[in-house]
């Protein structure tokens, strides 16, 4: 069954500092991968996803992540975070083997961005 | 920049009763989506809706939940007799295609 792992369940930054949220997915097939951000009191916002192609895959604020096919990883990167990045963030892959069309979420890493 | 609505953003239901949760998807989309979380759990995809029909369902999505696109802008999701277990953030989400997927902000129900 597919799967996805987010080790970190809480990561704090310097504002400033570079960021590295890790993402690993079990999944037989072509992965479609997905991170997802939730800041408090909103919806799950779509940063970036990778479906084929270059395995560096640009986002919206700044984000970008790097598909890893032999380490079935998807890490999500931003060379330096802005306090306004403190939120929770959710790596998922889609699951669309045989039509399906669910996508299957890690449990979240919060990220608390320190002054 | 069009979003997914969704209302109410906090109902507190009694054990047993009836709910409507009640979403307005992009306007354009063609695939809506319900998902869940529980307090501290992952996020777990409900049931998928397409061509005013339920394209797929996981186990979750037992006789007591049901979809609805009443008319041409709602989406809405019923839970027939409520549990305490039922008690969770409930999204949903729609799609102009199959493989993205836009939430909403979410709607915390509380069984009690």
């Known amino acids: 069954a597919q799967s996805v792992t987010q080790p970190d369940i809480h990561i704090t930054v310097s504002e400033g500092a570079s960021l590295e949220l890790r993402c690993n997915y079990s999944?037989?097939?072509?992965?479609?991968l997905f991170w997802y951000v939730q800041s408090p009191g909103q919806g799950l916002q779509l940063l970036l996803k990778?479906?084929?192609?270059?395995?560096l895959v640009q986002g919206i604020k700044g984000f970008e992540a790097e598909f890893k096919r032999s380490q079935s990883s998807f890490n999500l990167r931003k060379p330096s975070v802005h306090w306004s990045d403190a939120a929770e963030y959710f790596c998922?892959?889609?699951?669309?083997?045989?039509?399906?069309?669910?996508?299957?979420f890690g449990k979240g890493t919060k990220l608390t961005v320190n002054p | 920049e069009p979003e997914v609505t969704q209302t109410p953003s906090h109902q507190v239901t009694q054990m047993g009763q009836e709910v409507i949760l009640r979403c307005v998807p992009i306007s354009n989309h063609l695939y809506f989506y319900w998902y869940r979380q529980i307090l501290g759990q992952k996020v777990e995809f409900l049931v998928s809706?397409?061509?005013?029909?339920?394209?797929?369902k996981s186990e979750i999505f037992d006789d007591q939940f049901s979809v609805e696109r009443p008319d041409g802008s709602n989406f809405t999701l019923k839970i027939r007799s409520t549990k305490l277990e039922d008690s969770a953030m409930y999204f949903c989400?729609?799609?102009?295609?199959?493989?993205?997927?836009?939430f909403g902000p979410g709607t915390r129900l509380t069984v009690t």
């Open positions: 998922a892959v889609g699951a669309f083997q045989g039509g399906s069309e669910k996508l299957v």
């Open positions: 999944y037989g097939a072509t992965p479609y």
């Open positions: 989400a729609s799609g102009g295609l199959a493989y993205e997927q836009y």
């Open positions: 990778y479906f084929s192609g270059d395995t």
């Open positions: 809706f397409y061509n005013n029909e339920i394209s797929e």
